[in-house]
């Protein structure tokens, strides 16, 4: 009996072949909320970083203040990322085929989407901040682009789940919510 544990990748440790199924299951849905983060973070951060490089490009001032580059990081890469790796299981993961396990993470797919996504977003801000360039001051056009990154990343993370968008994932909701107030706070208060 011990030299067959040694030598199997699996142990069973009762006789029943549903927990077997149950391990399955539970290792898709972890893989798969793995990957929603890393993409979640990836589309992101890439975001911010185009977004600050085609306005020093293009010979625009600063859309973002370095503390409020800190402070997007803090608010938008924790609370929703991990709510997104704790993500509510998918009954229908055990339809699917198996997966390669030597396939990368960063899928063709993912990747595609992770430029569309972080580009597009970086592109729309950009458009932003030089309309109201033109309107109001850099300082309050900083402000309109800070805040509206911050909630682009919010409806990010519901984007990311896919079709598990519309199920509850009451961390994500609650994190959500929690990150919007405390970006009022930081946005209405002078301190």
């Known amino acids: 009996t011990d030299v067959a544990k040694e030598a199997s990748d699996i142990i069973l440790t009762d006789d029943n072949f549903s927990t077997l199924v149950g391990a399955v299951e539970e290792g898709r849905t972890i893989y798969n909320n793995i990957t929603k983060s890393i993409t979640y973070l990836i589309s992101g951060n890439l975001s911010e970083m185009a977004l600050v490089f085609f306005a020093v490009l293009f010979g ?3 859309p ?3 503390t409020q580059i800190l402070w997007i990081n803090l608010a938008t890469d924790t609370v929703p990322a991990i709510a997104l790796a704790s993500d509510n299981k998918d009954h229908e993961v055990l339809k699917l085929k198996p997966r390669n396990p030597n396939a990368p993470i960063l899928s063709n797919h993912r990747l595609i989407f992770i430029l569309i996504t972080g580009l597009s977003l ?3 801000l950009l458009a932003v901040f030089k309309l109201f360039l033109g309107i109001f001051s850099e300082t309050l056009a900083r402000t309109i682009v800070f805040n509206l990154l ?7 993370s519901f984007l990311i789940r896919g079709k598990l968008m519309f199920k509850m994932n009451k961390f994500l ?10 970006q009022a706070v930081v946005t209405f208060t002078p301190a």
């Not at 911050?150 to 990010?156: G, K």
């Not at 909701?173 to 405390?182: E, F, H, N, R, S």
């Open 64 to 66: 973002l203040l370095p």
């Open 173 to 182: 909701v609650i994190g959500v919510i929690i990150t919007l107030i405390l």
């Open 150 to 156: 911050v909630v682009s990343h919010m409806a990010l």
């Open 60 to 62: 625009m001032p600063n």
């Open 122 to 124: 970086a592109f729309i």
